[in-house]
């Protein structure tokens, strides 16, 4: 399988962003899906995940509880994170993650909150 993310960058204070995870080579809709986080000098930490169809539960880090919402697109084999009320702690390197009988990562992708 390969993770491909997306749409990281700068992003002010209060911003948005929205990131996405392009997968390919695994049945998607079949894995569990998750966005993980990694700041300089931390362990690299759970943001989100959502579960295979057709329940596709979803699970939420306290600190992305109302801010960032998690989603799949089984039809075009990709995942999102949208992220709002950005904070500069939020600024870490996002990670997209598939699992199922095996696990995946995407390389990541840079998010930076600043003004």
């Known amino acids: 399988g390969r993770l491909v993310e997306s749409g990281g960058g700068l992003a002010q204070p209060g911003g948005s962003l929205r990131l996405s995870c392009e997968v390919s080579?695994?049945?998607?809709?079949?894995?569990?899906v998750a966005w993980y986080r990694q700041a300089p000098g931390t362990q690299r930490e759970l943001v989100a995940r959502?579960?295979?169809?057709?329940?596709?539960?979803?699970d939420y880090a306290d600190f992305a509880k109302g801010r960032f919402t998690i989603s799949r697109d089984n039809a075009k084999s990709t995942m999102y994170l949208q992220m709002n009320s950005l904070k500069p702690e939020d600024t870490a390197v996002y990670y997209c993650?598939?699992?199922?009988?095996?696990?995946?990562w995407g390389q990541g992708t840079q998010v930076t909150v600043s003004s």
């Open positions: 993650y598939a699992v199922r009988w095996t696990e995946f």
């Open positions: 080579g695994i049945i998607f809709s079949m894995y569990n």
């Open positions: 959502i579960g295979w169809e057709p329940t596709a539960n979803t």
